[in-house]
C-alpha cells in the first residue's frame, strides 16, 4: 500500500515524524511526501517497521522510482 500526502505550513511535524512512524509501525509499504513549498517529493520505503529514506527529489530535479510502481516526474511541474 502507498499514502501520499501535501505537507500544509500546520502539518510539517505531524506528517514528517507522527503520521510516518504510525504508518510504518501498522505496516504501510510506501509514504510519499510532497512539500509544494520547496516543491519537492519524499519516498521512504517501509523496512522492517522503520520508513527508510528511498528516493527524494526538488525543484527541476527529475524523481524517477520502479516501486511500487514506475513513476517520473519533476516536482516543479506539480501544480499543488
Not at 512512524?21 to 501498522?26: C, F, G, L
Request: glycine share 4%; proline share 8%.
Amino acid at each position: 500500500m502507498l499514502a501520499a500526502e501535501i505537507l500544509s505550513s500546520t502539518s510539517h511535524e505531524r506528517d514528517l515524524v507522527t503520521k510516518s512512524a504510525e504508518y510504518a509501525a501498522a505496516g504501510l509499504a510506501w509514504y510519499w511526501i510532497v512539500d509544494p513549498d520547496e516543491p519537492a517529493v519524499l519516498v521512504l520505503r517501509n523496512v522492517e517497521g522503520l520508513f527508510q529514506r528511498h528516493a527524494r527529489a526538488s525543484g527541476d530535479d527529475p524523481l524517477r522510482v520502479d516501486q511500487p510502481f514506475p513513476v517520473a516526474l519533476r516536482p516543479a511541474d506539480l501544480a499543488i
